[in-house]
């Protein structure tokens, strides 16, 4: 079992930034696949980001260029760096694990492919 604890959301203006990060339980998260997903009200949750194991990173088309995934795994900690964020940007953001093994090229970006998640953090851009 992981648990997996996130941090750091709040109000945040537009053209900002904010930092969100997903603390681990688990002696061997040097070897998951992080990834962190989104929900705004009345909406389907979104893959956001995602890195591997191997420190291959992924983003949305809608956050690329502008957010920034990145984990310690000394500190069994999966971070994500919100630069200039848009109103579009408000939701709830949920943190996930893949324990599973994957091959060093694969990348995850469905929901299904993990297996924990967080109790997600709120994320508020204003105006």
């Known amino acids: 079992q992981v648990q997996l604890v996130e941090s750091g959301g709040g109000l945040v203006q537009a053209g900002g930034s904010l930092r969100l990060s997903c603390a681990a339980s688990g002696r061997t998260f040097s070897m998951y696949d992080m990834g962190w997903f989104r929900q705004a009200p009345g909406k389907e949750r979104e893959f956001v980001a995602t890195?591997?194991?191997?420190?291959?990173?992924y983003y949305a088309d809608s956050v690329k260029g502008r957010f920034t995934i990145s984990r310690d795994n000394a500190k069994n900690t999966v971070y994500l760096q919100m630069n200039s964020p848009k109103l579009e940007d408000t939701a709830v953001y949920y943190c996930?694990?893949?324990?599973?093994?994957?091959?060093?090229?694969?990348?995850?970006?469905?929901?299904?492919?993990?297996?924990?998640w967080g109790q997600g953090t709120q994320v508020t851009v204003s105006s």
């Open positions: 890195i591997s194991w191997t420190s291959r990173t």
């Open positions: 996930a694990a893949a324990v599973g093994y994957s091959d060093p090229g694969y990348i995850r970006t469905r929901g299904h492919e993990y297996d924990f």
